[in-house]
């Protein structure tokens, strides 16, 4: 699928659900999205029926996608944080935490994708997963290989889902022989290799760019970080690194820079914090390393099922958002045990409420449903730099979005057992907010039937073709 | 389905995992369990063929059901707190807390069970869901209403599910006026009517036993929890409540019971703490209150996915096995948001860790995945006095099992997006120990193809028939 083919003028009617502010979530419940041949919101209608959309906008001509039942439209899901390579390894953390389960799990695995047939089939099958669970935008950590890396762009190009792909800056000796740079001189040379290529294949980065992706601060020398730094200035592309995520990790860089201040501090010497830098986990920072953050305008990927799973802590998401941070969700798989951002949109709200249980904060430190969307989506839309283009649906907006259909119990209860719709059961009072709840805090990717970025069809499931009037809504 | 009904002979061969203690899980890759005409497991053999198995028990004649790919047996997970009517509440509380909960949620729902079709629906297909997330055993509350109660029973029966059904009594004025007992004689006569009609459908037994069902202190009167517990002595009985789930509820039951010295000496005083007491929830215990508890031999129900979810906190329970409780694993519909046991192990796994990054026990105070499954089965069979039937494949327990089917991504990844196997991506590579990580850590209900009650099938998925040699088992 070429990125810049036309597709067919579409509406896309139904009930849609998105975020209009951190707080405010939008339920309508008798929407019209028209996405034009360019897969751009044209116009959002919250009242009229078909015929008369088509007529005041003079879209005969388009084609119609008529959601039924308790099913709804909304916005595509962006990671901001993941690691394509470590799929294999999801599950599998036992009780480490994050410096030996990098030694354990992931330099293993990530070293293995110099063997370009086994990243293939890798890739292909995480592309395609993340697709499933309403992924539209993945900010991707690849390996230190440049075949490899330039093949997850090459894949995520084809299936069409926007992503940023980086391959992994390591010199230090934190990495194991088998699994580093050889050089500084290596890092920069590889990393702009990847860098030319993603741009060769997608010279506008409608669907893929390349991001700049120095490990963490104990993975490269500080000649590294500051000629990365350098790269990414002169390549005018994105930066992403992990910060502050672990305890033994934070001493660990104040013992390989001990001129710095903080962990921020190192990135903020080495020139690597900046508008256009993604930093995830962030659970540690001190008042002052926030401070930095915010007046360098880096943004934050909030990893909280990694984040619980390999005990690295509590990331105080409610009182960063209030200091003004722009906050996005990552999945962070493999230290995260699940590729779905719905799975980490509810580990972002029980996060929240641990830390209600823990903090002086109290009840204040909670999460509400809303808010942990509005990270899933606009939030995250913010953090990859696509606020203006994703994250809503909002004229002028592209249109990135996933039906969630949600199943319905039969009267008298009886299903024979099936349970093909998902794990929600929909008695049939519950109000849209209430469903909206039950698929916030039950749901999973069968009820995500259909995902379109820029108005393309990129995943779709059987379910979904008896479910809509019109069930094709692009070439 | 008659309980006394006999069954085929049948062999289960392929791969079976089962806990043989709190910290060994036993992986046999070459099983065959022989599940006698009872459905009482009559061996276990580890290493033998069919052919070798079926001669050397002179069981030529019985069925073989062999199972091929990433499958394997589990024993079947047992529930032992849940409430069912409130099913259709299940992911919808909000910012709530347990009281303003309780009011806000749960009494209305509760309440509607007047009406006998709606309980119905809500408990058909609550029993059918519970099933197919492999629950063959559950310590179900049912609401105040006698019929809709012994209805629950009938369902539960008639699937073939072990559950203990409880009335739920509930006195005092903390409840609606239009939601609680009459008087403590109404308490006594409608729990009586109840375990009447239970123990008349199932003399024995053998799936559905009545239990006493105290909601908790604060619902019922000095009088009733002393009449309910005599109630339960003179039917010999067990006995479920909830007790030390949420501060506020801690001081509630402190200002409701001035003279207690305890939540646990409120039910010790009234002789509620017996070998036969299920209590749920146990979070906020003093050291004084585990030694009572321990002592007259009462057992925990640990429900972490409610613990979080209406920030009741985190129960200590590394600590509690250690000090040589009894406990198993409860979902806690619907202050927890997900009907499945698995959901729960994960969730008793995230509990410690955030546990293990707050108290002083540091890492100590993790619950490993081989933990939380003894939890799941054998420590939950022990809460529901059945720790001599269910729980593990020994040879004279009866046969209670789920089939643990797990996807495999084919060479090059490609799939077309479609990922009916369920959420786990098995790529070959993987020991079968990783494989049951990546199961605890990533699979859900599509996962469990085929689930057995006592020999018999009481769920089973389209996937099952494809994917053993012998798909039918029984009659």
């Not at 005041?56 to 996608?65: E, G, I, L, N, R």
């Not at 935008?137 to 997850?152: D, E, F, G, K, M």
């Not at 907006?397 to 949600?406: N, P, R, S």
């Not at 916030?440 to 073709?465: I, L, S």
Request: aromatic fraction near 8%; hydrophobic fraction near 35%; charged fraction near 20%.
């Amino acid at each position: 699928m070429a990125a810049s083919a036309t597709i067919q003028r579409t509406i896309y009617t139904g009930p849609f659900v998105h975020s209009l502010s951190l707080t405010e979530l939008e339920i309508c419940e008798k929407g019209a999205i028209g996405v034009d041949e360019n897969g751009i919101i044209a116009f959002v209608e919250k009242e009229l029926d078909l015929g008369a959309v088509q007529e005041k906008h003079s879209w005969q001509d388009a084609t119609p996608v008529q959601l039924k039942g308790n099913a709804f439209f909304f916005p595509g899901f962006i990671d901001t944080h993941t690691h394509a390579p470590q799929h294999p390894n999801t599950g599998l953390f036992g009780k480490t935490t994050l410096l030996d389960w990098l030694q354990t799990y992931t330099f293993p695995m990530e070293s293995s994708f110099t063997d370009l047939k086994r990243a293939e089939t890798i890739y292909r099958n995480f592309v395609s997963r993340t697709l499933s669970h309403g992924t539209t935008t993945a900010a991707y950590y690849a390996t230190i290989h440049v075949p490899a890396t330039n093949l997850l762009a090459d894949i995520c190009l084809a299936r069409g889902q926007r992503a940023l792909v980086g391959r992994v800056c390591m010199n230090s000796d934190l990495s194991p022989d088998y699994y580093r740079d050889a050089s500084v001189s290596q890092s920069v040379a590889d990393s702009k290799a990847s860098i030319d290529y993603i741009r060769s294949i997608d010279p506008k980065g409608s669907i893929v760019r390349p991001i700049v992706t120095p490990r963490f601060a104990p993975s490269c020398t500080s000649e590294c970080l500051t000629s990365i730094a350098k790269l990414a200035k002169d390549e005018s592309t994105f930066i992403q690194t992990h910060i502050s995520e672990n305890k033994g990790e934070i001493a660990l860089v104040q013992e390989l820079f001990p001129t710095s201040k903080s962990y921020t501090d190192v990135y903020d010497t080495h020139n690597l914090l900046t508008p256009q830098t993604i930093l995830a986990h962030a659970v540690h920072l001190s008042a002052e390393e926030r401070k930095t953050i915010l007046a360098r305008g880096a943004t934050l990927s909030h990893c909280p099922c990694s984040n619980t799973a390999i005990t690295s802590g509590c990331a105080p998401i409610r009182s960063l958002l209030d200091e003004g941070h722009t906050i996005g969700l990552g999945t962070d798989v493999s230290g995260g045990f699940h590729p779905s951002i719905l799975e980490n949109v509810r580990h972002a709200i029980w996060t929240s409420r641990h830390l209600a249980l823990q903090s002086p904060l109290g009840d204040a430190a909670k999460l509400s449903t809303e808010e942990a969307l509005f990270l899933a989506t606009r939030g995250g839309a913010a953090v990859v730099g696509l606020a203006d283009k994703v994250g809503g649906f909002d004229v002028g907006k592209e249109f990135d979005a996933q039906v969630v259909d949600l199943g319905s119990v039969s009267e008298g209860g009886e299903n024979e057992g099936k349970f093909d719709a998902g794990p929600v059961d929909v008695f049939g009072w519950e109000s849209w907010g209430e469903m909206v709840e039950k698929w916030v805090y039950a749901g999973d990717d069968r009820n995500t039937t259909a995902v379109w970025v820029r108005g393309r069809v990129v995943h779709r499931t059987a379910r979904f073709e008896g479910r809509v009037v019109d069930g094709t809504a692009t070439p």
